[in-house]
T-cell receptor
Framework: LAKTTQPISMDSYEGQEVNITCSHN???????ITWYQQFPSQGPRFIIQ???TKVTNEVASLFIPADRKSSTLSLPRVSLSDTAVYYC???????????FGSGTRLSIRP | GAGVSQSPSNKVTEKGKDVELRCDPISGHTALYWYRQSLGQGLEFLIY????????KSGLPSDRFSAERTGGSVSTLTIQRTQQEDSAVYLCASRQLAGRTGELFFGEGSRLTVL
């Protein structure tokens, strides 16, 4: 499984766009990039997944450059409720052991 | 069921006692995972079940920890002779490998406190 590196923490303000970048230099051809969000006292939940270029859903956008060695999760116009830990995972969708890193702790201020 | 169900949601026990934590995955999900999350930390992989294959136990921290999955559905994580360092939230997740995303669905967790 490809190892991922992401910032430990980030701060932003309500209404701003937040971009969290994840590095995954050893990503394999069959690997997808998946982001999860975890609120306090809850289990993580799936946000978005992509393989290349750009993916957008109602929650976020995911930008993946051509070399796929990194990816950026973009949260538009964040609110206080976006305060959470965000995890970047890289792997084949059929991968067995799924390892979560430490994630990025995002704090949104009024 | 509608989602992954875990019980108990909270468990307080005394050091040295055994505890059992239960996970009921989403119906039809063949893959089941257990994770441990200590306060303020990330998720630590414990064990993985897939269908009838032998489980991947490589994340279990000691031989006091064991898990089983009966009938390819409900799973039980057992911690024997609990220690204070076992205090954490134990999270269970399931997924359907045939799905496009392979998305993991998590339960709310079982918070274990060892006094």
């Amino acid at each position: 499984l490809a190892k991922t590196t992401q910032p430990i923490s980030m701060d932003s303000y309500e209404g701003q766009e937040v971009n969290i970048t994840c590095s995954h230099n050893n990503i394999a051809t069959n690997d997808y990039i998946t982001w999860y969000q975890q609120f306090p006292s809850q289990g993580p939940r799936f946000i978005i997944q992509g393989y290349k270029t750009k993916v957008t859903n109602e929650v976020a956008s995911l930008f993946i450059p051509a070399d796929r060695k990194s990816s950026t999760l973009s949260l538009p116009r964040v609110s206080l409720s976006d305060t959470a830990v965000y995890y970047c995972l890289v792997g084949d969708s059929s991968a067995s052991k799924i390892i979560f890193g430490s994630g990025t702790r995002l704090s949104i201020r009024p | 069921g509608a989602g992954v169900s875990q019980s108990p949601s909270n468990k307080v026990t005394e050091k040295g006692k055994d505890v059992e934590l239960r996970c009921d995955p989403i119906s039809g999900h063949t893959a089941l995972y257990w994770y441990r999350q200590s306060l303020g930390q990330g998720l630590e992989f414990l064990i993985y079940f897939q269908g009838n294959s032998a489980p991947d136990k490589s994340g279990l921290p000691s031989d006091r920890f064991s898990a089983e999955r009966t009938g390819g559905s409900v799973s039980t994580l057992t911690i024997q002779r609990t220690q204070q360092e076992d205090s954490a939230v134990y999270l269970c997740a399931s997924r359907q490998l045939a799905g496009r995303t392979g998305e993991l669905f998590f339960g709310e967790g079982s918070r274990l406190t060892v006094l």
